[in-house]
């Protein structure tokens, strides 16, 4: 998994994004309308878990938290 952290003109982390991969965090924010939006790509800020299920920002593909069952 890799998020994406949103910052207000300050810097402060005021949101952020979950992808399924850092190939559709990529593509996500290299649409005109999403950077604009959401701010530049960061680099890559993978191997992230989640508590609860999420879903990718790009894909909507379900993204397993760790608290699901089987934990």
Request: aromatic share 16%.
């Amino acid at each position: 998994m890799n998020i994406h952290l949103v910052e207000d003109k300050d810097k402060q982390t005021v949101d952020v994004l979950y992808f399924c991969s850092d190939f559709h965090c990529q593509e996500f924010l290299l649409q005109e309308d999403n950077q604009k939006k959401y701010g530049k790509y960061q680099g890559w800020y993978g191997c992230q878990e989640l508590e609860f299920d999420d879903y990718c920002a790009y894909c909507e593909k379900k993204i397993k938290g760790v608290s699901g069952e089987g934990y």
